[in-house]
């Protein structure tokens, strides 16, 4: 399974982005597979953003991007978004898009945790989001 992140670059505060992860080599359908989008700052620990769940699709958020952040997938494209709106300074960081191969029911529930971030079996190269005047 290979994951091929997109879309990041430099932005104003208050501007917006989208973020595309274009997921190859699995071997049922995108929504069979829980997708979440994590990040990191140079220096930090990497830390979940969003996730979607497999089937339903039912959406989880960090509250820091709550209302702020859309994530979203498109089963034809073989692709998971990241729409992301009123971008703050803090929102700097590589980000990460990550499925798991092995299917695991409820993972998103648990993507928050960095213990469950092994869980996470398949990860993009990071595409690098720059917010700043």
């Known amino acids: 399974v290979q994951l091929q992140a997109s879309g990041g670059g430099l932005v104003q505060p208050g501007g917006s982005l989208r973020l595309s992860c274009v997921v190859s080599?699995?071997?049922?359908?995108?929504?069979?597979?829980?997708l979440a989008w994590f990040r990191q700052v140079p220096g930090k620990e990497r830390t979940a953003v969003s996730c979607?769940?497999?089937?339903?699709?039912?959406?989880f958020y960090v509250d820091s991007v709550k209302g702020r952040f859309a994530i979203s997938r498109d089963n034809a494209k073989n692709t998971v978004y990241l729409e992301m709106g009123s971008l703050k300074a803090e929102d700097t960081a590589v980000y990460y898009c990550a499925t798991d191969q092995i299917r695991r029911p409820d993972l998103c529930r648990y993507y928050r945790a960095s213990q469950y971030q092994p869980y996470f079996t398949s990860w993009g190269q990071g595409t690098l989001v720059t917010v700043s005047s």
């Open positions: 080599g699995l071997t049922r359908d995108l929504d069979d597979y829980s």
């Open positions: 979607i769940s497999a089937r339903y699709g039912v959406e």
